[in-house]
């Protein structure tokens, strides 16, 4: 569906997996985390709600991509990135209502994405990016707590193509955002906005800039895992009603693994996705098929626009 007058909903983005964002640098889990998020257990509703807004059977769930910042979208005070003030590590896991991707710059990383509070952000050279995987779990979360939005929640993008943006589903069913193929993180040892105490650490960890590449690093550093569009197979797939990837008009997610249905078939005009996948115009994956690698700007080019009902992953 191409037109932009239909009201900005929702992006539907991923299936259960795993995840722990200790919101570290981010400040502690008082009372206003208990208001924007819910712990990161597969228990939790946060991970499990079936209503609207929240994981449904097939394990998709709403989101919404807007354009500008969390400030510029009125976002409510003491939610998603602005819920701890800097300076405290968080108590709990928790995922986010919403959260920020900015260009911006940190120390003398430019670019660097930055979120909402001004907070510098991570990818893990131990990851993938094509598909889209997090090797960070257990205690290493906690130290670099994954940036993970809720079911029903918004990412706001601010100088971030939405095409570079995406979420995956950790072992634990949390969902973590992605950007250009690659888990992103948060420091706990970065205790105000601006610090890049994560800076190389181990030689694995980076600050990620707005297409996913190493900041800091001369020719950006990305390796070949990085580059989307390749044979490997997809884990995760964006969804826009518009072609070119318009985050101005409705969009869904879906993850595998196998065939997932759309919660809303035939209004897709473009993709993203972290590898090679196969779209079907019928439910269940059946009827017309089309198999396509990465990210389609125009599924008019491919015969496909508007008919994709079910995709297959894997």
């Known amino acids: 569906m191409r037109s932009t007058s239909r009201s900005t909903t929702t992006l539907l983005a991923a299936a259960a997996a795993a995840g722990v964002l200790a919101l570290s640098a981010c400040g502690s889990g008082g009372s206003d985390d208990k208001a924007d998020s819910a712990p990161s257990s597969p228990s939790s509703p946060s991970s499990s709600s079936a ?10 769930m709403d989101l919404s991509l807007k354009s500008g910042t969390a400030r510029q979208n009125n976002a409510p005070k003491k939610t ?15 995922q986010r209502s919403w959260v920020q991707l900015s260009a911006g710059r940190a120390g003398d990383l430019d670019p660097v994405v930055v979120n909402g509070s001004g907070f510098t952000l991570y990818r893990f050279d131990k990851d993938t990016a094509s598909p889209s995987r997090s090797n960070c779990n257990g205690d290493c979360a906690t130290t670099w707590p994954p940036v993970l939005v809720n079911p029903g929640g918004k ?40 610090d ?3 800076q190389g650490v181990g030689g694995t960890w980076f600050g990620v800039t707005p297409d996913g590449k190493k900041a800091g690093q001369q020719g950006g550093g990305t390796t070949g895992g990085g580059q989307q569009g390749g044979g490997a197979p ?7 009603d518009d072609a070119g990837f318009s985050d101005n008009g409705p969009s869904q997610g879906v993850a595998g693994p196998g065939c997932q249905n759309l919660a809303r078939p035939k209004v897709t005009s473009s993709l993203t996705a972290d590898g090679s996948l196969k779209l079907w115009s019928g439910r269940n994956c059946t009827g017309q098929s089309k198999v396509v690698n990465g990210n389609v700007a125009d599924l008019a ?9 079910s995709v297959k992953f894997g």
């Open 51 to 60: 209503a609207p807004g929240g994981q449904g059977k097939n394990g998709s």
């Open 80 to 94: 998603g990135d602005w819920a701890n003030a800097p300076g405290e590590p968080a108590a709990q896991p928790v």
């Open 155 to 194: 990412i706001f993008v601010d100088g971030v193509k939405p095409q570079n943006v995406g979420v995956i589903t950790r072992a634990d069913g949390t969902h973590q955002v992605t950007v250009g193929g690659w888990p992103v993180y948060r420091f706990s040892k970065d205790l105000k906005p601006g």
């Open 196 to 198: 890049t105490n994560g």
């Open 234 to 240: 997809a884990t995760s797939a964006i969804l826009f």
């Open 301 to 309: 080019a491919v015969g496909f626009d508007n008919k994709i009902s």
